[in-house]
């Protein structure tokens, strides 16, 4: 059985930072991506950032750019994502999500149960 166990939201200020991990168990990497969605409130739910974990090929929407960096442990099943210099806009509930195409869910056969990141003063 697959499961993936979001951890590391929470509340901060704008500007801040928080990390993100993802760890997927008893996923065999049969498609090399992993990543991040994310779901703001009333909006529909939006691919963040992907990675390969075969040759580290990273995929960021265009939102997050020079803010957010993902990285990956395979052989820990993990996924992470540092979120820098976070606006209020960014909040949403994060969602780890495998295997990982930024345009769309479809690809997507296992979910994590989602954390909340507030950014807010």
């Known amino acids: 059985e697959v499961h993936l166990a979001e951890s590391g939201g929470g509340l901060v200020q704008p500007g801040g930072s928080l990390r993100l991990s993802c760890t997927a168990s008893?996923?065999?990497?049969?498609?090399?991506?992993i990543g991040w969605f994310r779901q703001a409130p009333g909006k529909e739910r939006e691919g963040v950032s992907c990675?390969?974990?075969?040759?580290?090929?990273?995929y960021y929407r265009d939102s997050v750019l020079g803010r957010f960096s993902i990285s990956s442990d395979r052989a820990k099943g993990a996924v992470y994502l540092q979120m820098n210099d976070l606006s209020p806009e960014d909040t949403a509930v994060y969602y780890c999500a495998a295997p990982c195409l930024l345009g769309t869910e479809e690809l997507v056969r296992y979910w994590g149960q989602g954390i909340q990141v507030t950014v807010s003063s």
């Open positions: 990675i390969r974990t075969d040759d580290d090929s990273i």
């Open positions: 008893g996923y065999a990497f049969d498609d090399p991506t």
